[in-house]
Structures are given as C-alpha cells and as structure tokens.
C-alpha cells in the first residue's frame, strides 16, 4: 500500500492520522489537567464507581478493568444504557462519560443520577454535559480538541482513557504516581516510529481477512478497543476475545465454516503470569492448526500502564492503515451517522 502524503491527504480531509499521532499529547494534557484540578470530598468516599459511556467514551473503562483491577479500591463497572443500574446509590459515584457532550445514552442515566441526588462527575469536549455540570454544580473534566483534529470520539483515546485514570487519581481510588505516568508517556513518544512501521505491516496481511483479537489480563481492554476501531476506522468486521474466557468454549468454534477467512492478533506481554503466557502460546498453536494465521504484537514499555498506551498507539495506527488499504476515508461514520438519524425520527 503506498503512504504517500498525497494519498493519505485524499483518503483522510479529516486528519484521522494527525489525531492518531497525537495520542501522546492528549495523555500529557490531560493528565496534567485533572491533577491540577480540586474536587469535593463526596465524591472521594464511594463504596462503588460506576462510568457510563458510549463507543470511545467507554475506552477508559475498559482499560481501568483490565488494567487496575488488582489494585482498585472500590468496585468499577461500565456500562452505555439509557437507565441506571439498580445497584446505584448515594454512596455511589456515577462518571458521565460522553467526548461529544451529547451522546443520549449516558445523559438520559445521568439526569436519573441527579434526580436521586447521587455523586457525578463529568468528562467531556462541552455540549449537553457541561451544561448539565454547569446547572447541577457537579465538576467536569472539559477537554480542549487541540489534540484530536480528527473531532472523532474514537481517536481521542488519550483524553478518555488518561482521564479516567487521572479522575480515579486525584480521587484517591488508585494510587498511580505522577512519575510512573510522565515516564509512560515518554515511552509511548519514544516508540511512535517503532509502532507505526509494525502497525504498517500488519495491516498489509490483514487485508481481506477478518481480525480476531486475543489478549489477556492488563491488556484484555485495549482488544476490545482494537475491535471497535476496527469497525468504525476500517470498516471491517472484527472480533475479540480474553484469556482465559475464550480457552473454555472458543477453540471448537474455528473449524466451521471451512472457507472462513480470519486472521488471529494476540498482544502478549512479558508482565503477563506464567500461567498465561503458557495459555497463550497453547491458543496459538490450537488456532494454527485450524487453519488461521496468527500474528503477534509485544508492547514495549518498562510498565503495564507504558504497555497499555504503546496497544493503544497501534490499534490507532493499525486499523487507519488498514483502512487505507481498503481505500476508505477512516475520519467517517455514514452508518452510525444514518442510524442516529433514523433514530431520531422515530421518537416519540
């Protein structure tokens, strides 16, 4: 596939690869913000947390799970629906999670939060939530753009994901030092070249073929990201899977049909337990002999966090390549676009 500048400018007016480039400044920013930032103590005492987001605004509660769940204080869930869980209450803490500021989903269980009177916090670009915030005197995390020229909530991972992280900081709910995260992030702008020639390669074998992702423990979230920005990005049907879960049913589900064509991605990692490393190296050889080629990508970093953000780099890299390779514009979503349009036709 030729990366030419020309080519790329043809295939993305939107700027989807300055966004994807910039990762590492939206984490900087971003971090630096909250931590600068005070909050009520109400909010530092909840017995559970609870983030409610959408497509990308849900990245940092995918990464949270996987990546802190051995070292969280209090139980962490996220979920995008229209209602809250029954589970929530005012000991509760409650994140509004929307880049765009008006995705209905999280904004609908919202208004339900504040009608209880429970505990938010809002992270978003402005819109509907920082009016709300505004309204409701609850504090908000309001991100400038200047890092995501894209506007495309899916590749502005670093504010949702280091934010996220950054609230759960500040909040005292993880102890995650400033030092462990500036280094992260330096690792993260290190490695850029070494990511994008490896996010390059891969595309180019991953065209025609169905990508199924596999990961374990810290970086199971980032496989689910993977996914999504393989749909949205690249336009192509994907799929992912943890270990140990996919171990205790996948495996017998790749011999039919005969003439699939999938290509397996496992991210493995030296920080992941013996036990799944072995597991790992079983998967492959198990989906070997089923006839899919597998691909492999080891992060670098001298941290899981480093590694997480290092995936989180070549998923972007990886799935805007790939969309070049199918010649498609990656900055656009004409069918969720058409769908929200349908949809808002239809209510009541």
Known sequence: ????????????PKNVF???????????????????????????????ITLCGM????????????????MLKVPFFGYGDYHIPAYLSKKSLFILSSYSGGTEEPISSAEEVLERGYPVIG?????????????????????????????????????MVLGTIAILTRLGYLQISDDEVKKAIEELQIAQEEIK????EEAEKLQGYIPLIFAAQHLAG?????????????????????????????????????????MAIFLVSDFYEDKHKKRITLTEDIVSQNGIECLEYKPTGSSKLSQCLNVLSFGGYLTLYLAFAYGQDPGVVPWVDYFKEQLAKTKP
Request: glycine share 6%; charged share 25%; proline share 5%.
């Open 55 to 70: 497509g990308g605004s849900r990245y940092g509660a995918y990464i949270v799970q996987s990546l802190y769940n051995d």
């Open 123 to 159: 992270i978003t670009s402005g819109g509907k939530v920082l009016e709300m915030s505004k309204k409701h005197n609850f504090p908000s995390i309001v991100f400038d753009q200047k890092y995501n020229p894209s506007h495309q909530p899916r590749l502005g991972t670093g504010y």
């Open 1 to 12: 596939m030729d990366y030419t500048v020309k080519v790329m400018t043809n295939l993305d």
């Open 197 to 200: 020639n490896k996010a390059k």
């Open 18 to 48: 300055g966004s994807t480039a910039m990762l590492p400044d939206q984490c900087s920013y971003i971090w630096e913000m909250v931590k600068n930032m005070d909050f009520p103590d109400n909010l530092k005492s909840a017995s559970d």
């Open 222 to 262: 980032n496989a689910h990201i993977i996914r999504n920005q393989l749909n949205e990005t690249s336009k192509s049907f994907s799929a992912f899977e943890d270990i140990p879960e996919l171990n205790h049913h996948l495996m017998e589900g790749l011999k039919n049909p005969q003439d699939k064509k999938l």
